[in-house]
């Protein structure tokens, strides 16, 4: 059964259907989302999560923001659009696929001067939709391409959530995994839990166990000891942004099994469609960190495990080097070596 994480309702005076990740193993819950308002806090918030996913639920949300001025002056649509795609962008800004999508709408509302503020609105629905069936696409190339690098393993690990919750197909890296584990039901998959927010355990193993792929459940600091007890032979795991070096931004904890990989000369993958790729940004330096709230790490899911007034550090990514990465695995193929001669040559 797929996942339904998000789903446009009715034509381009309709809303959004999203289902709350934060509820997620325990309660499967639709939310309606009728406000562009809406949609931007349930980003923040992780409702939907995941860089592609955030993408097209953006798209989406300038959609839902512009239905006011439909029947407006084409110059009060205008001002509207911008004002929307702008408030949009302010949601989180670590995933490039966020701004890669508004900026797609905005660049095609400007190609399209002489529209109508109705036909306007109605193209912009059009190629939302094209951002949601294009991402699936890329999903199932992504999966192609990957699945042979992990033939040979009788284990792999991956970190965070990259499957059909975090993106419109069946995911990035974990798209790859379905894939493997398919040509391979003996695969055995090890999901991080990922700290603080545990997309490892709630949501990746949610999507393992659903699709009956043998799968076990880690804290992440026990990554170190699965390696040295050759348990896996491969990591995977997908990407918010990667620079036009290589240097690929993702959950907190990439950094670190990009690290133990070298270490102990295990292969380390990055699987992210061509819209998370920022050719604008030399090197992961300048990726944006998302710094998100001490209580995430305190109160975790309800229950204080800190003193009060504990100072806390909350980065919600790192940044793990090129030089770290075995290989990018894309909808255009796999990029190797890592580096941006590679890469430019494989995105054009
Ligand atoms: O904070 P999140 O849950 O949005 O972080 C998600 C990740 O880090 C994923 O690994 C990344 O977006 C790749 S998803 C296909």
């Given at each position: 059964m797929p996942i339904p994480t998000q789903s446009w309702r009715g034509d381009a005076t309709g809303h959004l259907d999203l289902l709350d990740q934060t509820l997620l193993p325990t309660e499967t819950r639709v939310l309606e989302l009728t406000t562009v308002e809406g949609v931007w806090e349930a980003i923040k918030a992780l409702r939907v999560r995941g860089a592609p996913a955030i993408g097209v639920a953006a798209a989406y949300g300038v959609v839902i923001g512009c239905q006011t001025e439909r029947g407006g002056s084409a110059e009060r649509f205008r001002a509207r659009l911008s004002e929307v795609l702008d408030y949009l962008a302010t949601s989180r800004p670590t995933a490039v696929n966020l701004f890669w999508a508004l900026d797609r709408l905005r660049a095609m509302a400007n190609g399209l001067q002489d529209l109508a503020p109705t036909a306007l609105h109605?193209?912009?629905l059009e190629e939302a939709r094209a951002i949601e069936s294009e991402d699936r696409a890329m999903c199932a190339a992504m999966a192609e391409h990957g699945a042979p690098l992990l033939a040979g393993c009788e284990g792999v690990l991956t970190h965070c959530n990259t499957g059909a919750l975090a993106t419109a197909g069946d995911g990035t890296a974990l798209a790859v995994i379905f894939a493997a584990a398919k040509a391979n039901p003996l695969l055995k998959v090890y999901a991080d839990e990922t700290r603080p927010l545990?997309?490892?355990?709630?949501?990746?193993?949610?999507e393992l166990l659903q699709r009956g792929v043998d799968a076990?459940?880690?804290?992440?600091?026990?990554?170190?000891?699965?390696?040295?007890?050759?348990?896996v032979q491969a990591v995977i795991v997908g990407a918010d942004r990667i620079a036009a070096?290589?240097?690929?931004?993702?959950?907190?904890?990439?950094?670190?099994?990009?690290?133990?990989?070298?270490?102990?000369?295990i292969p380390f993958y990055v699987a992210a469609p061509s819209s998370t790729f920022d050719l604008t940004l030399a090197d992961g330096e300048q990726i944006p960190?998302?710094?998100?709230?001490?209580?995430?790490i305190t109160q975790g899911f309800g229950k204080q495990t800190a003193p009060d007034?504990?100072?806390?550090?909350?980065p919600a990514f790192d940044v793990a080097p090129a030089t770290n990465i075995t290989a990018l695995i894309t909808?255009?193929?796999?990029?190797?070596?890592?580096?941006e001669a590679s890469i430019r040559r494989a995105l054009g």
């Open positions: 109605d193209r912009l545990l997309q490892g355990a709630r949501l990746t193993m949610w076990t459940l880690i804290c992440d600091s026990m990554a170190a000891w699965v390696m040295k007890e050759r348990r070096n290589g240097d690929a931004a993702n959950k907190i904890g990439t950094y670190g099994l990009s690290v133990l990989c070298k270490a102990h000369s960190i998302e710094q998100r709230r001490s209580e995430e007034n504990c100072p806390v550090y909350n909808e255009r193929g796999v990029i190797q070596p890592v580096n």
